[in-house]
């Protein structure tokens, strides 16, 4: 019985060695399985970034042109570290995407808002549709966020904002204050004798907003009505800027910048107090040099002093806006009427805005380069590819009040370049406060 029992102990005893043994195996086992796991994820992690690039890398088709209208890397925005990103490390063109419908509809009405002009007021006008009032624009890859006007006034408290260019300028700057004055009313408390450059405050916030009319942003001796009409040709000097604007620049905090379709007038060039050339000149006797020569001067000599100026000013700089007159021009019986938007690939930009965009691009990287070594902020603000989507956007015959209200049938000037208010114009709106607040994003 004794060797039974001592055989047992040892049995018990060499189940408890192997016991142990598998044990250690065990937890081998389970470690050396972790450590594979661990490993295997970190190369697929790896891997997949390889193969997949970010959104900033991807190709997207433009739905106009190919050219990037990606802006070039500059200073750090100056309001940049008071706003909070829900994904910082997201990158896209926010200038190419689509418009989508919304039925949220304009954030106000030409009722609640009072500083639309008449020729942009096309619901008191008596347009008879309201479906170009319910879209919205959407980068194809990012969320574009609403204009927030709270948000807005409370960046710009005791600062000044000034919108530098022609009428579209204008337009801008009262798609501006509408969207504003659903927060706080601005004060009108400048005017010229045209009414075309005018001054407000927001008490509340003691923020200046200005709108400077200066057309071709260099000096030039316009001798033209409110209509349109010219007595003379536009004398226009190429290497002198308008001092409208350049005396006032360095009380500016923030600009919008532009030129565009005036360049495509008559007009006699101007350079070290000599006639150089012309443009659309016949019997002048004068070398034709083109638009786009004028163009690239003025543009040249404009970005030049906003990036030496030595003002560390916020700059947005904004790209030409397309027409819409179909079946002739303003003065020749076109017309818009149109009631939905483009889609991609149903609409290409016109030979005259695709050189002027090609201008603007290439004059503003270069620009761009010396800015940023200066501690100027310059924004590309690309409105061009967006706005040629938007041929239903316009005032058409409602630039007058109830033009057809005698006569169904009546002939009227049609006005296929600014924008209704509402309307899509709104909408750069939303790309400049994006821009001013998360702008390190669209490098």
């Known amino acids: 019985m004794v060797k039974a029992m001592k055989r047992d102990s040892k049995l018990l005893l060499s189940l408890h060695k192997l016991n142990h043994v598998f044990v250690k195996f065990a937890v081998s086992f389970l470690l050396l399985g972790l450590a594979f796991r661990l490993f295997s994820s970190d190369s697929i992690r790896i891997s997949s970034q390889l193969e997949t690039p970010p959104v900033s890398e991807r190709k997207t088709e433009s739905p106009v042109v190919s050219v990037s209208t990606q802006a ?3 200073a750090v925005s100056p309001v940049n570290e008071n706003h909070t990103s829900d994904n910082v490390a997201e990158k896209c063109d926010i200038f190419t995407g689509d418009w989508i419908a919304d039925k949220s509809g304009p954030a106000y009405t030409d009722e609640s808002c009072h500083v639309v002009e008449s020729h942009q007021n096309c619901m008191r006008n008596g347009r008879p549709d309201s479906g170009y009032l319910f879209w919205r ?4 890859d990012c969320e574009l966020p609403r204009f927030n006007s709270e948000r807005f006034l409370d960046l710009m408290r005791n600062k000044s904002w000034a919108f530098v260019g022609d009428s579209i300028s204008r337009n801008h700057v009262q798609s501006l204050l509408c969207i504003l004055s659903q927060v706080e009313q601005a004060v009108e408390v400048y005017h010229d004798e045209e009414y075309r450059s005018k001054r407000w405050h927001f008490p509340t916030h003691n923020f200046t907003l200005s709108v400077i009319w200066t057309p ?11 209509n349109g009409v010219s007595s003379s040709e536009i004398q226009l000097y190429l290497d002198k800027l308008d001092e409208t604007w350049t005396n006032q620049y360095k009380n500016f905090d923030y600009m919008v910048i532009a030129g565009g379709k005036w360049f495509l007038k008559t007009a006699i060039y101007h350079e070290n107090n000599t006639i150089a050339g012309c443009h659309y000149c016949p019997g002048k006797n004068l070398t034709e040099l083109g638009f786009d020569y004028a163009y690239r001067k ?6 030049n002093f906003l990036t030496r100026h030595g003002q560390k000013a916020f700059v947005f700089f904004r790209t030409t806006t397309p027409d819409h007159f179909e079946n002739g021009e303003w003065f020749s019986g076109g017309y818009c009427n149109r009631t939905m938007p483009f889609k991609d690939g149903e609409v290409d930009m016109r030979d005259v805005d695709r050189m002027m965009r090609d201008i603007e691009l290439e004059e503003f990287d270069k620009a761009a380069a010396v800015g940023s070594e200066n501690g100027v902020m310059l924004k590309l603000l690309d409105t061009t590819r967006l706005s040629i989507l938007r041929p239903d956007g316009h005032p058409g015959p409602y630039r007058q009040f109830q033009p057809f209200a005698n006569d169904k049938n009546a002939k009227v000037q049609n006005d296929c370049l600014h ?3 509402p309307g899509p114009i709104d909408s750069w709106n939303d ?3 994006e821009l001013l607040v998360n702008g390190e ?3």
Request: contains cysteine.
């Open 298 to 303: 003025a543009l040249q000599l404009v970005l």
């Open 72 to 74: 070039p890397v500059s």
């Open 441 to 443: 994003k669209y490098r």
């Open 216 to 226: 071709f942003l260099t000096k030039a001796a316009i001798f033209e009505d409110t």
């Open 419 to 421: 924008w209704c208010l």
């Open 137 to 140: 624009w959407r980068p194809l």
């Open 431 to 433: 790309l400049v406060m």
